[in-house]
């Protein structure tokens, strides 16, 4: 469909240890009345794909923040990429990938202190790593996901809003963008 932009909805800090209930059935209707189409969703934890008419990521991320608050009463901040954005930064993971469920994308709403990130003493660090890109941070933490102090130290470099994915999961959503 001409003007039709793919877009990929990540919600920060929902359904985690039981908080901020969000059923992912229900996410998908809300998405739809807002008159989004092909929606779909990926786990328990606020990934969605859609199709829509808006174009800029910014303003359909406005819209889904929205109807989250109205309809399930809550706040919760949301990162939106398009199907070429998200291509793109999977293209640009500058580390190898061994194990997924280690490596992280955290995806900021702000442009990232490239500067501050880049100058993160690795050896402050121990068993993290970390690549830096304009929009996006790459993490692989060796010690698993759980323990990790670089996600952190990445959030407090961002002026807006922060949101973490595996490896996985990232690829997932493309896949599932794509149509896959």
């Not at 500058?94 to 280690?102: G, K, M, N, Y």
């Not at 003493?121 to 068993?127: E, N, Q, S, Y």
């Amino acid at each position: 469909m001409a003007g039709m932009t793919r877009h990929i909805v990540l919600l920060r800090g929902v359904n985690v240890g039981g908080h901020r209930k969000l059923p992912m059935a229900e996410l998908r209707a809300a998405l739809s009345e807002l008159g989004h189409t092909d929606v779909a969703t990926y786990i328990q934890s606020g990934n969605a794909v859609l199709t829509s008419e808006e174009g800029d990521p910014e303003a359909v991320g406005a819209l889904v923040r929205g109807a989250v608050r109205d309809r399930f009463g809550f706040d919760v901040p949301v990162m939106v990429r398009t199907l070429d954005q998200l291509r793109a930064v999977v293209a640009a993971n500058p580390l190898p990938v061994a194990d997924p469920s280690v490596f992280t994308v955290l995806f900021c709403s702000e442009p990232v202190d490239t500067a501050a990130l880049s100058a993160i003493d690795p050896a402050t660090h121990p068993g993290e790593r970390i690549a830096v890109t304009p929009t996006e941070v790459f993490t692989h933490h060796e010690r698993g996901v759980r323990g990790a102090k670089l996600p952190a130290v990445v959030g407090r470099h961002c002026p807006g809003e922060v949101t973490a994915r595996n490896w996985r999961t990232v690829l997932r959503l493309l896949e599932l963008a794509e149509g896959s």
